[in-house]
T-cell receptor, first 115, second 113 residues
Framework: DSGVTQTPKHLITATGQRVTLRCSPR?????VYWYQQSLDQGLQFLIQ???????AKGNILERFSAQQFPDLHSELNLSSLELGDSALYFC??????????????FGPGTRLTVL | DQQVKQNSPSLSVQEGRISILNCDYT??????FLWYKKYPAEGPTFLIS?????DKNEDGRFTVFLNKSAKHLSLHIVPSQPGDSAVYFC????????????FGTGTSLTVIP
């Protein structure tokens, strides 16, 4: 158990809908990262937050947004969903800002299926 | 554009033998490399890392080798055990893009008892 929790574990929805994925980092970790893993793909970095502020941005679509709250949990919002958004979404957390060699601890993921 | 590549989707090895997993990268600005292990229905778990200033890092049965001139990274597992059967991802960090990590597509290792 990495200490990172993600809810829900599975989500099935329809095209055009909007969903919210939630992540609670390990106790004391300030950084939260979101990744997408599509079929036969590696993990694609979406976005990182550090202590409530956006720190780094990867290949995140404009239909997707994220935020980190004062209690350090994070939410990833996916809107106008398309079939191609079906994937595993992982959240990871690390302790420091990332200037040193941070280890990222991953949650179990949320499997999103868009029908 | 895939900056980190794992060209072998799968690998099978006999128990007790050496497992060698390979990873190639294209970005010469990567300064930190990691290997993660992933079991089904779980998130990736950190295994071992190496800084670009080193060429080898060892942790028990796991050794990571870095060849910067060839832009090549490898993970050696000796001796391999059935519990090592999992998907292994290599990842690299480019500090110029903040703390963004780039992951390979993974290699599925099966250790045969």
């Amino acid at each position: 158990d990495s200490g990172v929790t993600q809810t829900p574990k599975h989500l099935i929805t329809a095209t055009g809908q909007r969903v919210t994925l939630r992540c609670s980092p390990r106790s004391g970790d300030l950084s939260v990262y979101w990744y997408q893993q599509s079929l036969d793909q590696g993990l694609q970095f979406l976005i990182q937050y550090y202590n409530g502020e956006e720190r780094a941005k990867g290949n995140i679509l404009e239909r997707f947004s994220a935020q980190q709250f004062p209690d350090l949990h994070s939410e990833l919002n996916l809107s106008s969903l398309e079939l191609g958004d079906s994937a595993l979404y992982f959240c990871a957390s690390s302790a420091r800002r990332g200037l040193d060699t941070d280890t990222q601890y991953f949650g179990p993921g949320t499997r999103l299926t868009v029908l | 554009d895939q900056q980190v590549k794992q060209n072998s989707p799968s690998l099978s090895v006999q128990e007790g033998r050496i497992s060698i997993l390979n990873c190639d990268y294209t970005n010469s600005m990567f300064d930190y490399f990691l290997w993660y292990k992933k079991y089904p229905a779980e998130g990736p778990t950190f295994l071992i890392s190496i800084s670009s200033i080193k060429d080898k890092n060892e942790d028990g049965r796991f050794t990571v080798f870095l060849n910067k001139s060839a832009k090549h990274l490898s993970l050696h597992i000796v001796p391999s055990q059935p519990g090592d059967s999992a998907v292994y991802f290599c990842a690299a960090r480019d500090l110029n893009t903040g703390n963004q990590f780039y992951f390979g597509t993974g290699t599925s290792l099966t250790v045969i008892p």
